[in-house]
């Protein structure tokens, strides 16, 4: 890490373990498949559109569902806050999807997702493009 010095109240330590910055020394594995990333933010995405435009159709009075949401104000709550069941089934669907799917992990995932999430000062973006280059025969 030649020439990056990161503040002491921003980051109290940074450690290289297995191709991963982490804080601390914490191990962070990356995600398993970006199948199961796609998954389910599309999925929670979706549902959540879903609540906000049932909630707004019934409150705009395009479709009178008065009598739904008084008989069932668990329902209405639960589409007009559509976070507190979304974001729990999209990190299970996200699971549940990354595990079937982790057989089409690229083998070198750990540095993609290092240079990925790495500051540009490090330079590992240009290492891992040169990197990609001569394996590739180029």
Same mark, same amino acid.
């Given at each position: 890490?030649?020439?990056?010095?990161?503040?002491?109240?921003?980051?109290?330590?940074?450690?290289?373990?297995?191709?991963?910055?982490?804080?601390?020394?914490?191990?962070?594995?990356?995600?398993?498949?970006?199948?199961?990333?796609?998954?389910?933010?599309?999925?929670?995405?979706?549902?959540?559109?879903? +609540?906000?435009?049932?909630?707004?159709?019934?409150?705009?009075?395009?479709?009178?569902?008065?009598?739904?949401?008084?008989?069932?104000?668990?329902?209405?709550?639960? +589409?007009?806050?559509?976070?507190?069941?979304?974001?729990?089934?999209?990190?299970?669907?996200?699971?549940?999807?990354?595990?079937?799917?982790?057989?089409?992990?690229?083998?070198?995932?750990?540095?993609?997702?290092?240079?990925?999430?790495?500051?540009?000062?490090?330079?590992?973006?240009?290492? +891992?493009?040169?990197?990609?280059?001569?394996?590739?025969?180029?």
């Amino acid at each position: 890490m030649r020439g990056y010095r990161a503040s002491p109240l921003a980051v109290p330590a940074i450690s290289l373990r297995n191709g991963i910055v982490s804080a601390a020394g914490s191990h962070i594995d990356p995600p398993n498949a970006p199948q199961g990333a796609a998954t389910g933010m599309l999925r929670g995405g979706l549902a959540a559109l879903a +609540c906000t435009t049932l909630i707004n159709v019934s409150d705009l009075k395009v479709v009178d569902l008065g009598a739904f949401w008084a008989a069932n104000p668990l329902i209405r709550i639960r +589409c007009e806050q559509p976070a507190i069941w979304t974001v729990p089934l999209v990190i299970g669907l996200m699971i549940v999807i990354s595990k079937a799917t982790s057989a089409d992990v690229p083998s070198d995932i750990r540095m993609k997702m290092l240079v990925l999430h790495a500051p540009e000062k490090l330079g590992l973006k240009q290492e +891992c493009i040169q990197e990609h280059q001569a394996g590739a025969g180029h």
